[in-house]
């Protein structure tokens, strides 16, 4: 079994940055992929940011050069940098690790408001 567990959320003013975490423990036979997803109630989650145990990244085209994906493989723990966020980047960001099965944290409130 596999325990994510974010970290980073909180409240931002618009314009501002967070960086989130998130780090897996447990049985973990490699990590092909890590990723964060976010969701607000009501809609279906959608994916923000993907990256490869190569490093291959993706984004979500919400993104638009604003966040940027990490992870470090040796400590099974991912990151994501928000810069210039939005209001509309308020939403619960969820993890999610293929290890290799999926697994997924319980998630990180973010909140952009003046």
């Known amino acids: 079994q596999v325990q994510l567990v974010e970290s980073g959320g909180g409240l931002v003013q618009p314009g501002g940055s967070l960086r989130l975490s998130c780090a897996a423990s447990?049985?973990?036979?490699?990590?092909?992929?890590m990723a964060w997803y976010r969701q607000v109630p009501g809609k279906e989650r959608e994916l923000v940011a993907a990256i490869t145990h190569g490093g291959a990244t993706n984004y979500g085209g919400f993104v638009k050069g604003r966040f940027t994906i990490s992870g470090d493989n040796a400590k099974n723990t991912v990151y994501l940098q928000m810069n210039s966020l939005k209001p509309e980047d308020t939403a619960r960001y969820y993890c999610?690790?293929?290890?290799?099965?999926?697994?997924w944290g319980r998630g990180t409130q973010v909140t952009v408001s003046s």
């Open positions: 447990g049985s973990i036979f490699g990590i092909n992929l």
């Open positions: 999610n690790m293929w290890t290799p099965m999926s697994s």
